[in-house]
């Protein structure tokens, strides 16, 4: 099954794509799109709906994030050779493992804002794991199991926040918009593969990132065990699993995103997301400066 979010930011109900790619609404049988409908009873529950049965969604509706409420969005850093070697990294002996802000999550075509002071704002396309049952200490073997799904993700990063401002990665990647998830949560049954997805990012209509799947140094199966040794896993929770070379940090000369620009990208049987980067107007707190004598 395809599951969406649509509707206004905040206001979004629940929805199936049809085989003929119609939306449908899904608000009579479940709330919403969050860790209480990824159980396999309630996944099984919408599956023996019959589609024609359910209301079409109006027309032109806005996507939003494919699930909501999400309370974890963990993610995994220098996962794929090929884009650690076009980043001079040595591969990792087990993954490295960060924190995206759950507040930072939006629409797969939502506008991402650059945030204040950014001159380094990147694009990765990454496959992201939906959790849908509760994972303590599981094993590689079994890890599979406790997989809702999958979507595209758009680990947006700043690398300046995240490189050079000292501390952990996580403040260069949880800005406000800086994870776009969707459009489609895809059920697991509809990926038997998950090392096998080709995946691609463009940048004003420039194809910069070609990747798949199978250059993945720890794979999704063992991603999952391995966070679940060092926190539960709760359903509704998301992994973004590392993205292939393309980014702009790794190009020479280096090359980031500025306001006007547009970023497409897509993996194989999980869909597409546009975003337009736009620039950070408003009053926020300059952290390069007021965090200090704190």
Not at 101 to 116: E, K
Request: net charge negative; glycine share 12%; hydrophobic share 35%.
């Amino acid at each position: 099954m395809k599951l969406v979010r649509f509707g206004e930011a905040g206001q979004e109900k629940p929805g199936l794509v049809d085989a003929q790619g119609q939306v449908r609404d899904l608000s009579g049988l479940v709330p919403d799109i969050t860790g209480a409908t990824l159980s396999s009873e309630t996944l099984n529950r919408i599956r023996q709906a019959d589609p024609s049965s359910l209301p079409v969604a109006p027309s032109g509706q806005r996507l939003g994030a494919c699930v909501g409420q999400v309370r974890n969005f963990i993610a995994i850093g220098l996962n794929y050779a090929d884009h650690a070697a076009e980043t001079g990294a040595a591969i990792p002996a087990e993954p490295i493992v960060f924190n995206k802000a759950p507040s930072c999550i939006v629409g797969p075509n939502d506008d991402v804002i650059i945030p204040r002071g950014s001159q380094k704002t990147d694009w990765e396309v990454e496959l992201a794991i939906v959790i849908g049952e509760r994972a303590s200490y599981i094993g590689a073997n079994e890890a599979l199991d406790f997989v809702a799904g999958y979507c595209v993700c758009n680990d947006v990063s700043e690398r300046e926040f995240q490189i050079e401002r000292g501390g952990t990665w996580t403040k260069g990647k949880g800005c406000p918009t800086f994870g776009p998830l969707g459009p489609w949560l895809v059920t697991r049954d509809e990926i038997p593969d998950p090392q096998n997805l080709s995946m691609w990012l463009d940048v004003n209509g420039e194809r910069v990132q070609n990747g798949s799947t199978k250059t993945m140094i720890f794979n999704v199966a063992q991603i999952v065990s391995y966070v679940s040794h060092f926190m539960i896993l709760e359903p509704g929770d998301v992994i973004t699993t590392g993205t292939p070379p393309g980014v702009g940090m790794g190009m020479k000369p280096q090359r980031f995103l500025k306001a006007g620009d547009v970023v497409s990208l897509g993996i194989e049987g999980l869909g597409e997301q546009r975003q337009r980067f736009v620039a950070f107007e408003g009053n926020a707190v300059d952290t390069s400066k007021s965090w200090k004598g704190h």
